[in-house]
């Protein structure tokens, strides 16, 4: 049996274009262009999501094996426990205009409502980070500025980390799980759900976005491998899916090698870069053009001619 489908067989399948793209819940990526697919990735590796100029995001994925809570529609199909991953950790590393130095905020399960605000000297091939200053930021703290930098911890439900540098902005809420026990009381765990934001277009950047959702911006609605969620005969379903059809290259091009999670080094890096192409897709399943959408998008957003 087959635990995965090619989200590319329709093209009703494909999400209608927008300025933002995201990742979410275990894990399903849709892209501003409008594709989608699912990403199992790898126990315990940190994956780069978005990076452009001056600015990425990482993220840890963990592998679970969890409860679908109570109206899940997967539910009807007969799937009662998965066996798949999480994104457990965001990593955000930022260059600050007006300093010179990296930002660094991180947020995650272990304090899945406040973040980790660091500063540092450390530049490209340094060596040893030489950590400035750090802080947490919870919800009821004033937002920080350090230049083209603004991070904040917004009280939603029950909390948002939003960072930008004027091109970018990230978004990251912390969400649940259920994970099953000896009793009948499943245990809670945290994960957290990502969404990017285009805040200029991002078909006229110099350098082009990349990454697992970063390279989404291209204005190519391209589908990708989704997970089936049909139920083997335990009521049970093990993920699979690692966005084949709709990335550039392979799942293992986005791993940070590096030990350090806020590393920016990657096969499609350009976070110090200063020009960058699109990805290529011309190897991209059943690929469809809507540059010209996510154009006239954010020329209505932002009050400009269409």
């Known amino acids: 049996m087959h635990n995965f489908f090619w989200g590319a067989t329709s093209l009703a399948l494909h999400a ?19 594709g989608r697919f699912d990403v199992k990735g790898y126990h315990d590796k940190v994956f780069v999501l978005h990076q452009a100029s001056g600015i990425t995001l990482n993220a840890r994925f963990t592998y679970t094996s969890f409860l679908l809570p109570p ?9 009662h426990l998965v066996h798949g991953s999480h994104m457990t950790q965001a990593y955000v590393t930022l260059l600050a205009s007006t300093m010179g130095r990296l930002v660094h905020v991180s947020l995650g399960s272990g304090h899945p409502f406040a973040a980790l ?12 980070r030489q950590l400035i200053n750090e ?42 799980y259920l994970t099953p026990t000896s009793t009948s009381t499943p245990q809670t765990r945290y994960r957290v759900d990502i969404t990017v934001q285009a805040l200029v277009n991002p078909l006229k950047l110099p350098v082009a976005p990349h990454g697992l959702v970063g390279q989404g911006f291209d204005g190519y609605a391209t589908n990708g491998m989704r997970d089936s969620y049909i139920p083997e005969g335990n009521g049970e379903f093990t993920t699979a899916a690692q966005g084949e059809g709709a990335i ?3 799942v293992d091009d986005y791993v ?10 990657f096969l499609y890096e350009r976070f110090y870069s200063t020009v960058a192409q699109q990805r290529d897709v011309s190897k991209l399943t059943a690929r469809r053009w809507v540059g010209q959408n996510l154009s006239t998008l954010f020329a209505i957003a932002n009050d400009q001619p269409v």
């Open 16 to 34: 209608p274009p927008s300025l933002q793209t995201s990742a979410l819940g275990d894990v399903h990526i849709t892209h501003a262009s409008g």
């Open 71 to 79: 109206g899940d529609m997967r539910q009807l199909a007969g799937v």
């Open 117 to 128: 605000v660091q500063i540092e000297s450390r530049r490209r091939n340094a060596k040893k």
């Open 135 to 176: 802080a947490w930021l919870r919800s009821n703290d004033q937002p920080l500025k350090m230049g083209n930098i603004e991070i904040e911890m917004q009280p939603t439900s029950p909390v948002a980390l939003v960072v930008s540098n004027g091109d970018w902005k990230y978004t990251v809420k912390p969400g649940i």
């Open 248 to 250: 550039e290259g392979t």
């Open 256 to 265: 940070v090698a590096s030990p350090d999670p806020f590393a920016t080094a």
